[in-house]
């Protein structure tokens, strides 16, 4: 069975410095994708970033980054120049054949 | 282009009660999930449509959950006999990919449930 690990439950970083949220996850597939979502207090899940597992090249999008590491099942977010908007909770999540299941969270909170 | 819609946003029952919940997703996206999201955890699945049909709801609790999704577009979810660990966010998503589960999903705000 699939699993996603999220193995920090909160995280806090300055305004404008870059934080790494941690994410492993078990799979048997070999085709798969991998998905970050922020879910801010008392609002929407959005999608912040989504990762092919077939592409090497590790997805960015404006200030968000992954580091996606196949072999060690890992899969990271960096935000880089936080911003007080950021502060919301990160939700790590794996698709597979029929599966969408998410991680804990990381509730991320920007110091300003 | 609307979004996913969920009623109610807030719902207060008693124990051993009954309540239903509604999702209309984004036009045109044939995958629905529901979710449930107790606080301090993540989503957790459980039912995803295909159109009308079922494709997963292994993790519903048939004993007191059912779901339906009638013509392929509105879904409800019904909880009866409510316990008092049912208290959480249900969560309704949609998306546009198939049964590989390629896409993104489009969350509604959720329905609060409290049950006392």
């Known amino acids: 069975a699939q699993t996603v690990t999220q193995s920090q439950p909160e995280m806090s970083v300055q305004e404008a410095e870059t934080v790494t949220l941690s994410c492993t996850y078990d799979t048997s597939e070999s085709d798969y994708y991998l998905f970050w979502y922020k879910q801010p207090p008392s609002r929407q899940m959005i999608l912040v970033i989504r990762?092919?597992?077939?592409?090497?090249q590790n997805a960015t999008e404006n200030r968000f980054s992954v580091n996606f590491q196949k072999a060690a099942k890992s899969f990271s977010l960096k935000i880089s120049d936080s911003q007080l908007g950021d502060a919301a909770m990160y939700f790590c999540a794996f698709s597979g054949t029929y599966k969408y299941i998410f991680g804990t969270g990381t509730r991320l909170k920007v110091l300003a | 282009e609307a979004g996913v819609a969920q009623s109610p946003r807030y719902k207060i029952i008693e124990k051993r009660q009954s309540v239903a919940f509604w999702c209309n997703p984004i036009s045109g996206h044939a995958t629905l999930y529901w979710y449930q999201q107790i606080l301090g955890q993540g989503p957790k699945l459980l039912i995803q449509f295909q159109n009308n049909g079922v494709v997963d709801d292994s993790q519903l609790p048939k004993d007191r959950f059912s779901a339906e999704r009638l013509k392929g577009v509105d879904s409800t979810l019904k909880i009866q006999p409510a316990k008092l660990e049912d208290s959480a966010v249900y969560l309704c998503?949609?998306?546009?990919?198939?049964?590989?589960?390629?896409?993104?999903?489009?969350f509604g705000e959720g329905s609060r449930l409290t049950v006392l």
């Open positions: 990762q092919e597992a077939y592409k090497q």
């Open positions: 998503a949609s998306s546009l990919a198939g049964g590989t589960n390629t896409g993104e999903l489009f």
